[in-house]
């Protein structure tokens, strides 16, 4: 039987290496088309256009005085994590990895069709066009950072701790379509961060449960026997970044690291 073709489609950065080597470790990644980051002046603008400028400012606070200390502080626990759930943090083969400007451009398109693969699998990628998306003839999968529909969007066990939500912590993987962690449900998993963990953290215990679960789907798309999971009765909500001073509330008040 002929081998099926698997693409990784994502940004650059740690969560991309880990989630190449592990595929790669059970099925081999064809190659990985990794984005360069965004402009941060147009990302900017484009989220001071949706949000406002108090919110947006906040976002920017919390980022240099909370989120970037907040990493270096947990750096041990980054590696406790890494460590204890056998993660690879290796960088990507070199002649393995394509680099594109974008997830959306010509290059990415001229890719996918002279690869052709039967399978692409997302990570981190900013929102993939709907011309990308109906280009070639196979199923595109994500693994999003939160339960769906009700945490869409970015820091899904954050935002499930800051609203006492704790049953509705954890990762999604699903099809992608043109929304936003919108596709159908493949399969979802708990996450139940410890006292030590905290926002810098969440997010890698995640990645490691929805490694699981991907590579679960994976098999059963292999297997032919991939189906979609019937979607909770949730209510659809986007969340974004926390603003310095709603971090600090959450902190002080609800004690959500």
């Known amino acids: 039987m002929k081998s099926k073709k698997i693409v990784l489609l994502a940004g650059k950065g740690i969560s991309t290496n880990i989630v190449f ?49 907040l990493s270096v502080l947990s750096k041990k626990r980054h590696q406790e994590i890494i460590s204890q759930l056998g993660l ?17 451009s010509k290059t990415t398109l001229e890719l996918l069709h002279e690869i052709n693969p039967d399978l692409v699998i997302v990570n981190g990628t900013r929102i993939i066009s709907k011309k990308v998306l109906s280009s070639i003839n196979c199923k595109f999968i994500n693994t999003h950072a939160g339960i769906t529909p009700k945490y869409r969007g970015v820091h899904g066990t954050y935002w499930a701790l800051v609203n006492n939500d704790l049953e509705n912590s954890g990762v999604t993987v699903h099809f992608v379509d043109e929304g936003i962690d919108t596709g159908n449900i493949i399969y979802q998993s708990a996450v139940v961060p410890t006292e030590k963990d905290n926002f810098s953290t969440y997010p890698l215990l995640q990645l490691a449960e929805g490694l699981r679960i991907l590579n ?37 008040f609800k004690g959500v690291k």
């Open 21 to 69: 080597n592990s595929l790669n470790q059970n099925f081999a990644v064809v190659t990985a088309i990794v984005e360069e980051p965004e402009n941060r002046k147009i990302f900017l603008k484009r989220r001071l256009k949706k949000l406002g400028f108090a919110t947006v400012l906040g976002q920017v606070l919390f980022q240099i005085l909370i989120s970037k200390p």
């Open 216 to 252: 679960r789907a994976i098999q059963d798309f292999l297997e032919d026997k991939l189906v979609v999971q019937k979607e909770k009765q949730l209510e659809s909500l986007l969340w974004y970044h926390p603003t310095l001073w709603k971090y600090a509330y959450h902190r002080i």
């Open 88 to 104: 690879n943090v290796s960088e990507i083969p070199a002649e393995k990895m394509v680099t594109v400007k974008s997830v959306n």
